[in-house]
């Protein structure tokens, strides 16, 4: 599959819709993309690097239902206040120590998940690896 490596940290958009060929998010793909507050992943990606939304400027992310892998420290939730976090997935993905973190007090990695088994899965993670985010079916 294809890998997106980088966006270019210093453009000025606000929105940014991930090619749909993309299936892998590199490590530090979107590190300090401060500007953006949206980014659309497209609906065939599998992995998420290490730290790849780490310090962006999005509030809401949706992850497609494909999603099997997060890297560590791949969301935080910082200066930008709580990060929104949709799962699509029928299946839990594999995480890493810290793949959901807060950066300040006060903010939370807030994931929304579709069902109670890929919340039971994701809570059994998160506490294997000292993850406190909050997990809530919708």
């Known amino acids: 599959g294809t890998k997106l490596i980088m966006y270019p940290v210093g453009k000025s958009n606000k929105r940014y819709t991930v090619p749909s060929k993309v299936s892998s998010i590199g490590d530090y793909a979107f590190y300090c993309a401060y500007k953006l507050n949206k980014i659309t ?42 990060l929104k976090i ?13 793949s959901f973190i807060n950066v300040s007090d006060g903010s939370d990695c807030i994931i929304y998940v579709k069902s109670k088994s890929v919340k039971s899965d994701l809570q059994k993670q998160f506490k294997s690896k000292n993850i406190e985010s909050k997990i809530i079916v919708k």
């Open 41 to 82: 992943l497209p609906k065939k990606l599998k992995t998420i690097g290490n730290s790849s939304f780490f310090a962006t400027g999005a509030t809401k992310i949706t992850l497609p239902a494909s999603v099997t892998k997060i890297g560590r420290r791949a969301f935080c939730a910082g200066d930008v206040g709580d």
């Open 86 to 98: 949709t799962m699509l997935c029928k299946k839990a993905p594999k995480i890493s120590k810290q």
